[in-house]
């Protein structure tokens, strides 16, 4: 039995294209299925707390990272349920990472096989991240980003962004250590590699080994731009004005009270008070 948790609205729509296809697959293949339609933000936490609460097996989550991030959230517990992924957003960041199929059915194939693998996710306070969390610039371009329809981009949005940013100072406090202040344009708590539809962030970053990969673009003297372009092309990892440590804890606290992001999600007034968890998720293996 499979419960789709769907977006439909995702990816201007192929949320609601690929549950389709899916939904017509298990008709085809006498697969037992039942369709969540989500209707609000939060409304796919819900769904997945209730189903899981109730004994559901295999949730499939049907969206964008956002969904990925809701669903996630929402779920009770691991140890009965594992979580599908049907990538059907505009960035598909995390299946990107982990190597998912952006075709639906041959992500759904991978899930029908029933080969089980565990991954790790972030603890943020009493929230879930799956694949990057933070807080600076990338706040300012999805801000600008959200609901809005036709040809912007993040990318476009980025460079926009840049021409009016203000650097963000952060504390960061890792176990055993003393509080440090930071000046910088992006800051990521990484357990993916990449965000924004692309960007690698953590080109390093694993799924499974345990860590995070915290990873901070400091603010660099005179123009931002040179480090900027650095950054697309995700050549900034060994820039001097980047930092980067593997940690399993770590706390950082925007110190001008802007917000953070989980997985492209917004919070206002938040630390990202993180810790990893080894091997917490029961997914597929690819």
Known sequence: MLDFIANILSGKGLG????KKITAYCDLHNIEYSVHITNARGHAST??????????????AVGGDGTFHEILGGIR????????????????????????PLDPVKALEIILKGKHKNIDYIQVGEKRCLNIGGTGLDIDVLKRVAGRQGKITYLNSLLYCVNHFT????EVTLPGEAKVEYSAVIVGIC????????????????????????????MPKGSIWPA????????HIDLPITK???CEEVTIHPLDGRPIQLDGEIYENADLTCKIVKGGLKTFEI
């Open 16 to 19: 609601n294209k690929n549950l």
């Open 47 to 60: 769904i997945a707390k209730e189903l899981s609460k109730n004994g559901a097996r295999t949730i499939v």
């Open 77 to 100: 517990s691991f140890e009965n349920t594992s979580l599908g992924f049907i990538p059907s957003g505009r960035g598909n960041d995390f299946a990107n990472g982990m190597g998912i």
């Open 167 to 170: 650097p963000y100072r952060i």
């Open 191 to 218: 357990n993916g590699t990449q965000f924004g539809g692309g960007l690698k962030l953590s080109p390093r970053s694993k799924f499974d080994d345990g860590l995070m990969d915290l990873v901070i673009i400091l």
């Open 228 to 235: 900027l372009f650095k950054f697309l092309k995700g050549k």
């Open 244 to 246: 980067t440590i593997r």
